[in-house]
């Protein structure tokens, strides 16, 4: 049986290992059909937390099945990028996944891994087979006892690394010898309930609570890994934007030096588009909008403080951060998961210091402009400069813990890409 497949035309895949190296084929034929099919603006989109191409291969055809009757006539092509990230299956995507049933508020959360998320595990971390089998050992027994949960801790640890690197960092402050967050070093079984916490703080609209004692603290050990592991991945798209993609977009500029490049990206894949700027070779100006759709990223990525300080002007147009208030993964569990070992300061500073971009947008940039969607979309957005965008009216479905976050799939944000970056129909 054939898989899933993108049905805009024409359209190409992009690959990058973890290293943020591109596969050859791919990236020739790629170079080589925006010339001959004679592209002029080139919409570029990257998945975040994924299990394999035939999922992102479903989210670019959602995504992307709009905009050829926005602009017949503009001479787009498309492209979507793959990356080794992973995704636990519980996870429901509206629209396009149809691998789950779709759950409700009162459904409680997961506590044990099922096969395909083992085999995503085993598949992105490589050499892992036996400390992912520990794992979930641990999380089917859910065995008596506090210290069962440091053995637990530290085969986490095993399996994602705590080594920090500089691409694995938003702000200057996660840049430091302390950058392996409080998840990774405090102690386990506390670090467990807080998540179990957080988790129950997004179905407390539905009156739903987990059980107490062990029982809640082995739900919120399910989301230390998930946690943990998306900490890894986060770090590997900061690797691989910079690395892979943003030289990428440099040779592009040499091959086909008329091309209008957008970027757009999905969670840790706004952060990978973002990372792709620093990159970006100074001389080359082919990149003319950037729009990121609930980026996991700190909001603070491009302030003084960040690590992307000013490359918004490595743009030819603006840089677009769509955000909104149901996205209860970046919203709830994101600051928890973020902040800094030793950092005891109260949930509601959490919010702000370790904040993400796609729950409230880009913050401490000076000069830029905050925007509902129907006034983006009504009136347009700056030719230039940094812009948020409350994207809540339509980016608002999902079930608990992640809430609204990959309800991406709009034709009211098409439309915002393309009118960021000024393709005419």
């Known amino acids: 049986m054939a898989g899933p497949e993108v049905h805009v035309r024409p359209y190409w895949e992009l690959t990058f290992d973890a290293d943020g190296d591109p596969d ?11 010339r001959e099919r004679g592209v002029r603006d080139l919409v570029v989109l990257t998945h975040g937390w994924n299990n394999d191409r035939a999922m992102a291969t479903r989210l670019y055809d959602a995504f992307f099945t709009p905009f050829p009757a926005l602009a017949p006539g503009a001479g787009i092509g ?18 396009f996944d149809p691998s789950l049933a779709v759950t409700t508020a009162t459904t409680p959360p997961r506590t044990t891994l099922d096969e395909r998320t083992r085999r995503a595990l085993v598949a992105t971390f490589h050499d892992s087979g036996p400390v992912v089998e520990q794992l979930a050992g641990l999380l089917d027994r859910q065995p008596d006892g506090v210290g069962v949960f440091e053995q637990f801790g530290g085969l986490v640890r095993q399996l994602v690394g705590v080594r920090p690197t500089a ?44 059980p107490g004692g062990l029982a809640k603290a082995w739900k919120g050990a399910h989301e230390l890994l998930r946690q943990a592991t998306y ?21 592009l500029a040499r091959d086909a030096p008329g091309v209008r490049v957008h970027l757009v990206g999905h969670s840790f894949g706004a952060r990978l588009v973002s990372f792709a700027l620093a990159g970006l070779p100074d001389a080359d100006r082919n990149v003319k909008s950037v729009t990121l759709l609930q980026g996991a990223f700190s909001h603070y990525t491009f302030a003084d403080r960040g690590a992307l300080k000013g490359r918004q002007a490595r743009i ?5 951060s769509c ?32 904040g993400a971009m796609g729950f409230d947008g880009i913050q401490d940039v000076p000069g830029a402009v905050r925007l509902t969607l129907a006034e983006a979309l009504r009136s347009g957005v700056p030719g230039a400069g940094c812009v948020s965008v409350d994207a809540a009216q339509v980016v608002r479905r999902g079930s608990p ?22 393709v005419r129909a």
């Open 401 to 422: 813990p992640m809430g609204a976050h990959s309800d991406i799939c709009h034709e009211e944000l098409a439309r915002l890409v393309l009118g960021a970056g000024r």
């Open 167 to 210: 691409l694995g960092a938003d702000t200057q402050e996660e840049n430091s010898p302390h950058t392996a967050p409080a998840m990774l070093q405090e102690n386990t079984h506390d670090v467990c309930l807080r998540f179990a916490d957080a988790v129950e703080a997004t179905m407390s609209g539905a009156g739903f609570r987990l």
């Open 323 to 354: 955000y909104s208030r149901f996205d209860s993964a970046l919203g709830t569990i994101y600051p928890l998961a973020s902040r800094l070992a030793g950092d005891d300061r109260g949930a509601l500073d959490l919010g702000v210091r370790w």
């Open 231 to 251: 900490f890894a991945m986060k770090r590997r798209a900061g690797k691989v934007g910079k690395e892979g993609l943003g030289p990428f977009l440099g040779q």
């Open 24 to 34: 050859p084929g791919r990236r020739d034929r790629l170079l080589r059909g925006v």
């Open 78 to 95: 498309y492209v979507g990028v793959l990356w080794p990230s992973m995704r636990f299956t519980d996870e429901v995507i509206p629209d």
């Open 316 to 320: 030819d147009g603006p840089l677009v």
